[in-house]
Structures are given as structure tokens and as C-alpha cells.
């Protein structure tokens, strides 16, 4: 092999890079933190600039210094000796000196930006509780009364208290374009306060959890809805209200059917079924479908081994799925609700935020994405989840419920009781109404 060979290369390896660089431009970089979307990342990105312009001028000039003088100095056929300098008070001084100053020029900007971002939040906040969960996220509006999981909104132009906590082990809260990250941490609070610029309205971005966790932890992502505060408080509206297919029975018939099961009665007492959810008016914002960038779309290919005949979720009656789940005999296996809170049932097993093993229910199909981002909301999605969330998400807390199908954690197959397909048909459709 000639030795030469590396230098015919040479030009094309170049060329190469240069096209790889230029081929880099033009790319969308929706997880990028260099945006000044926030107080937050705007000081923290004026910081990194001016790190980056001290570091490179220090750069340039030791370098220009060092190739100066390995070039001036450098040894000569027949030169002389060089000469050898022992302690110079003056030089030694001066690289003391100097480095000293540019330590304090790069100390005091990061202090001041070190007590800015981790200074309490400006009073009247709006309080939002970040609870970590093995594979998810919890999302609480105290003031606000809302339960909500894995989707964000947040009001642009408002600051955003986010009070960190976890249910079992370390996560971390990171939404690269809004600023951030922050660990959520079991025996201890962590705060994090940003506010949104006011003209980034109607937006959505990504968020994940960048702290390894366990089996799903790739898999316990969030999406963050930048809403106007208009939006917000209709979004608010929305998720301030019961899920819409529980109607307490109406206020006509409510009280036979009371009587009825006071008397023991055996005697069929007037059925009020349910409002299909058409009738019932559900008001208040969503952030569009149609407007998600397609980079918030969940791309998880699904899991070809749980089979399901889609055509049953065209025939879902979301009337017997919402018996099914509300009155727990009527089902053959764990029951929806021994996890899951549907604020607004009338059969809710009095479950509480702080004990619910699995994301509060009550509004899922306002929910673009479920199980942590992974999937798009879509009936045929939910039907595989109900039948086999192991399948559609290694490790998951939700058991395995469909008939036939194996429970990795129990090393068992479900039997017959469980639920079958046309059963999950139809608590997906009853699930879809939960707007
Ligand atoms: C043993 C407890 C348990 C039972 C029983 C259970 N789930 Fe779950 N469920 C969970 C957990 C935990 C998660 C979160 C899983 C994840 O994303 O990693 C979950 C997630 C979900 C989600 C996704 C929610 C979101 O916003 O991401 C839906 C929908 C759901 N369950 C529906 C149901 C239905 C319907 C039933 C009854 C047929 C049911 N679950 C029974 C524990 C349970
Ligand atoms: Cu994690």
C-alpha cells in the first residue's frame, strides 16, 4: 500500500465534512435549547455566550501565542543553546494575574445568574405540582383543583411555579425549549420557575425525563401546550369538570332509583341510562389536533403481537363500556377504577391523587398523547393498551387485562374472564368520550 494513498483521500474526506456541516443547516431542531423561549433560558443562554466569547478569545490568544512561539523558537542547524531562564517575576505575575480576572469576569455573571434562576418564584405564580411516576407524569393545578397526566398547559406571558416530587424514584422534569432540567427527587422538593414569552401562544413542545428511572424510562415523555391566558382558562374550564358520560342519573329519576335499592327492591327501577356523549355539550379549550407539529406526534411503531379487529371499535357502545368501568362487578378482571381516578363517577372508589397508581382518567380523550407520549390517542391505540399495556410499554404499572393475553409481571395468561375484545371496544369508546 502506497504511503501516499491518505493524501488522495484527503481532498474528498474534506468535502465530505463540508457537506455533511452544510447538509446539518436547514434541519428543524425542535428539541433545541439555544431558543429564547423563557426568562429562564434566555439568562441562561446569554450566560453560554459569553462564556463562549471569553473561551474563545482566550483560545485565539494562547494559541497564536504558543504556534508564535514554537515557530520563532524553533531549533536551527548550527543554531545556538536556548537560553535558560530561571524565575521571572514580572511574567509570572502577569499569568497570574490575568487568568485570575478572567475567572472573575466568568464567576460573576454565572453567580448572579445562579441566584436569578434559583430564587423563589415572583408571588402569584401559578402553581403547577410535577409528580414523577415509573412511567409517567403527574401534572396538579392546586389552586385549580385539576388532575391531569403527561400533557402540559401552561399560560404564555404567565409565570409557572413547577413543584417537583416523585412517587418512587429519581426522575428528572426537562422541556429542552422552555428551559430546565431539574430532578424530581423522592424525600425532597425541588421548585423550578420559568415564564413563557407571551408571543409564544398556541405552541407545543416536548418534554422528557432525563434521568434514568427504570425499564420505560425512554418512554416517559410529556408534551408542554403553550396557551394564551384566555386559552388556559377555558382549557382550565374544561378540566375542571367531571368526566361528561358520568352524569349523575337525572335529577327526575334519581330519587327511585334510590328508593329502589334503599327497599331492597328486586323490582327493575327506570333505567336512565347514561347521555350518549353527543348530547352532552363539552366546553373548553383544546389545543387543535390538526395544528401539532408533526414532531409532537408520538412515532412508537405499535406492537404487531397484540392482535385486535379494529372493526369492533367502529360498533363500541360507550354506554355499556361506562358500566363496565363505573359499576367494578361488571368486569371479570382489576377493575379501571382500583387505579384509576374518573372524577364525576358515581361508583368511583373513593380514590385519591395521592394513592391512584395510574393517571387520573377524567378528561383522557382531551389528550393527544397517552402512556407518557408514547402513543397518539386513538381508539385503536387505546384498544391494544387496555389489552396489553406490558406489550405496548415495557414494565408498565397498568396490568395486562385482555382475555388470553400474558401478564410478563404475574408469569401467568389471563383467563376467559377477562376482558375480550368486544368488552374493550367498548370501554374505549366510552373512553373517547371523556373529552
Ligand atoms: C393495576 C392498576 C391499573 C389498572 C387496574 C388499570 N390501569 Fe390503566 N394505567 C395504570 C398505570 C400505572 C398507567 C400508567 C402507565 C404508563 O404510562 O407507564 C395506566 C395508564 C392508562 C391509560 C393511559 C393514560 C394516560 O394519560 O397516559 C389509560 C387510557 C388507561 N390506563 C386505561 C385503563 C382502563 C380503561 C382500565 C380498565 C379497563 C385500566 N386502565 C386499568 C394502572 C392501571
Ligand atoms: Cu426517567
Redesign the pocket.
Known sequence: MSRKRPHRFAPAVLLAAVVLMLAACGVEYPNSTFNHTSDLNTAIDALWDRLLLLGTIVFVFVEVLLIFTIYKFRKRPGGAPAKQIHGHAALEITWTVIPALILVLIAVPTVRTIFKTQAKAPAGSLEVTVIG????WEFRYPSLGIT????LYIPAGKTVNFTLQSRDVIHSFWTPQLGGKRDLITNRTNYLWYTVNADLAENVFNGFCTEYCGA?HA??RFRVYTVSPDKFDSWTKRQQANGVMSPIPSVAAAPVVALASVAGSKAKAPATPPAPASQLAVDGYVYPLAQMPKWTIPQTPVPSEIKFDDALLAGGDSARGHE??ANTKN?G????????IIRGEYTAMGLKDDVA?????TH?AS?H????G?YP?TPAN?AR??KN?QVM?P?????V?GAGEYNPMLKKTNGSTA?DDRQ?AD??A??MALK
Open positions: 411516576h415509573q412511567w409517567w391531569t397526566a403527561n400533557e420505560s418512554n416517559m363496565m368501568v368486569m378482571t382489576v377493575p379501571c377504577l382500583t387505579c384509576h397508581a395510574g393517571p387520573n382518567l383522557i389528550r398523547t397517552f402512556a407518557a408514547l390517542t387505546l393498551w387496555i399495556a410499554k414494565g408498565s404499572l397498568m396490568t387485562l376482558l374493550i370501554i374505549v366510552y373512553l
